[in-house]
Antibody
């Protein structure tokens, strides 16, 4: 059974940094491209970053480019999202998902507030 | 970057109605389109992929159609559990992008 489990969210002040993790199980990590998707309170889904299956390609939405970095550790079956220079507007639930959306984690909430 | 324009943003309908939701892409996406259903407080659930392939376990009243830049999700006969928000996602090329969502409410 495919499972994705996010962690690392929390309350952070504007300008701060957080590192989200997503542990994958039930599949070979290099079988799927993976994505981070976020959802601000009361808003729609927003794709923010993707990692190719081979881990060589990292892609970003304009809203996070230059501030967020996606990476993966095959040995730990873990996807990461390093988030720097956080803004109030980054407040959202952050989901990891397989790239085409077949599988999703439960999400981890990030609140950026002073 | 590809923009996805979803319509309508909200609609109301009755149990048993046939409803359709449309997504238009700003450029051709080779049918690399998925549809999701999300209920309040829940994780999105994929309904369709490849524009018209039904996800395993999803009722056959859901169908997808379209090609190129215009795509449609149709629910043939609304059931009470179908009232939710629906999103399209293009995965033709990075950056991927979602439509803004369609909230389907009970009339």
């Amino acid at each position: 059974e495919v499972q994705l489990l996010e962690s690392g969210g929390g309350l952070i002040q504007p300008g701060g940094s957080l590192r989200l993790s997503c542990i994958a199980s039930g599949f070979t990590f290099t079988d799927y491209a993976l994505s981070w998707v976020r959802q601000a309170p009361g808003k729609g889904l927003e794709w923010i970053s993707g990692l190719s299956a081979d881990g060589r390609g990292a892609y970003y939405a304009d809203a996070v480019k230059g501030r967020f970095t996606i990476s993966g550790d095959k040995s730990k079956n873990t996807l990461f999202l390093q988030m720097n220079s956080l803004r109030v507007g980054d407040t959202a639930v952050y989901y990891c998902a397989t790239a085409m959306g077949a599988y999703w984690g439960q999400g981890t909430p990030v609140t950026v507030s002073s | 970057d590809i923009q996805m324009t979803q319509s309508p943003s909200a609609m109301s309908a009755s149990v048993g109605d046939r409803v359709s939701i449309t997504c238009r892409a700003s450029q051709g996406i080779n049918n690399y389109l998925a549809w999701f259903q999300q209920k309040p407080g829940k994780v999105p659930k994929r309904l369709m992929y490849g524009a018209s392939s039904l996800q395993s376990g999803v009722p056959s009243r859901f169908s997808g159609s379209g090609s190129g830049t215009e795509f449609t999700l149709t629910i043939s006969s609304l059931q009470p559990e179908d009232f939710a928000t629906y999103y399209c996602l293009q995965y033709n090329g990075y950056p991927y992008s979602f439509g803004q969502g369609t909230k389907l409410e009970i009339k």
